[in-house]
């Protein structure tokens, strides 16, 4: 039997009641492991209505593909794997499995709830001060109040500082985050803070050189040079690691790992360095 050609190209429908950024997360940790074959995106949000419902399906029949959903009433669940049962088409509730094992576990019935993640709890509003806080504290800002952070973060021009700044606050943590100049002193907040973690973030001389090369490519300003000297970058780099060592931060390499990789690894640093802290006080 000849074996059948893999696909350049899918469609993949993701059917919520909610917004769908839930299943736009779970399908991009999907889609990933197929690199090499290109994911069509159709979200189809708020679908809480039979009606609703007969639109999306058109929209499936029009372009058939994967269907993934998370939708509470389970008639509208039901209807939408029947439509695509009769289109040859898999139908995933990707919540089910999990609620199940949930269920079994706690020996209860879930309480099912519309974009239940998204209610106006604590939680939210913890989130809502942690970006405020990150906004207010970005590059530098108000070091005054460094020690009122979560995590802080250190390191030189381009190591994405502010982007895993705002995932971190977006997670819930208060995240300040300061560049370093070797020619400048760090704030005197910075080496006297207790309450948060500070990281350092570095990456290789020649990763940073590269996104600083096509920052400036369009300024045309000579004064830039030494902004891309290769030998200064390795100064800079070396400045960040001595300073690091003094005080006992760790230091993250970023060159090969995304913003969601190098916020996972500082997450478990901060929750180890709290159990450990509550294990001294306790």
Not at 120 to 140: E, T, W
Request: hydrophobic share 40%; net charge neutral.
């Amino acid at each position: 039997m000849q074996k059948k050609a893999p696909k350049k190209s899918f469609h993949l429908h993701l059917v919520s009641d909610a917004s769908g950024e839930t299943l736009t997360m779970i399908a991009k940790a999907a889609t990933v492991q197929y690199s090499l074959i290109r994911a069509i995106h159709h979200v189809h949000p708020l679908v809480r209505t039979r009606d609703q419902l007969g639109d999306v399906v058109e929209k499936i029949h029009a372009n058939p593909g994967i269907v993934l959903y998370t939708i509470v009433n389970a008639d509208l669940g039901r209807e939408l794997e029947n439509q695509c049962k009769k289109m040859g088409l898999p139908c995933i509730a990707v919540l089910e499995p999990i609620l199940n094992a949930f269920g079994q576990y706690l020996g209860a019935d879930s309480t099912p709830v519309v974009a239940g993640q998204h209610v106006l709890d604590a939680d939210y509003f913890r989130r809502v001060d942690a970006m405020q806080f990150s906004m207010m504290h970005d590059d530098g800002q108000n070091t005054e109040t460094l020690d009122e952070a979560d995590i802080v973060l250190v390191g030189i021009s381009r190591t994405s500082k502010t982007p895993t700044s705002i995932y971190l606050a977006n997670r819930g943590y208060k995240t300040a985050n300061v560049s370093l100049v070797p020619d400048l002193p760090v704030p005197e907040t910075l080496e006297t803070a207790e309450r948060p973690l500070i990281v350092g973030l570095t990456a290789t001389a020649e990763r940073i050189a590269e996104i600083r090369h096509n920052r400036v490519m369009s300024f045309n300003d000579r004064r830039l040079q030494d902004y891309v000297d290769m030998d200064r970058i390795k100064e800079e780099i070396a400045y960040t690691r001595r300073l690091c060592q003094r005080h006992h931060w760790p230091i993250i390499d970023v060159s090969r790992r995304s913003i969601e990789e190098t916020a996972a690894d500082i997450i478990r640093r901060y929750q180890d360095r709290q159990v450990a802290r509550a294990a001294q006080e306790g």
